[in-house]
C-alpha cells in the first residue's frame, strides 16, 4: 500500500514536500515516482528514483523538484521549490515490483 501526504496550498515561488510511504519490507526493490494530473489533462510523469537511487524529472521540474528516498522508513519524497500556478494537480505516489501500485492522490495548489 502506498500512502501519499503533504499536498495543500501555497503562493507561487513557495515551497512543498510530498511523501509516499509503502507498507511492506519490499520497498528498497522498488522504483518509485511521482506523476500528477491537472485539471482536464492526463496524467504526467513528474519524477521516478530507482531502487538503485537514480533519478529522473519531467522536463518542466528539472531544477526545481526533489525526488528521495530514505529505504529505512519505507518513505519517498518529492521536495518541490519555486511552486509555479501550472504545477497545480493531485499528485500521485507510484511504485513498481514486478508490476504497478497506486496511492491516494494528494492535491497541491499553487496560487499566483
Known amino acids: 500500500q502506498l500512502q501519499a501526504s503533504g499536498g495543500g496550498l501555497v503562493q507561487a515561488g513557495g515551497s512543498l514536500r510530498l511523501s509516499c510511504k509503502v507498507s511492506?519490507?519490499?520497498?528498497?526493490?522498488?522504483?518509485m515516482g511521482w506523476y500528477r494530473q491537472a485539471p482536464g489533462k492526463q496524467r504526467e510523469l513528474v519524477a521516478t528514483i530507482t531502487s538503485a537511487g537514480s533519478t529522473n524529472y519531467a522536463d518542466s521540474v528539472k531544477g526545481r523538484f526533489t525526488i528521495s528516498r530514505d529505504n529505512a522508513k519505507g518513505t519517498a519524497y518529492l521536495q518541490m521549490n519555486s511552486l509555479k500556478p501550472e504545477d497545480t494537480a493531485v499528485y500521485y505516489c507510484w511504485g513498481s515490483l514486478l508490476r504497478d501500485y497506486w496511492g491516494q492522490g494528494t492535491l497541491v495548489t499553487v496560487s499566483s
Open positions: 511492506g519490507s519490499i520497498f528498497k526493490f522498488a522504483d
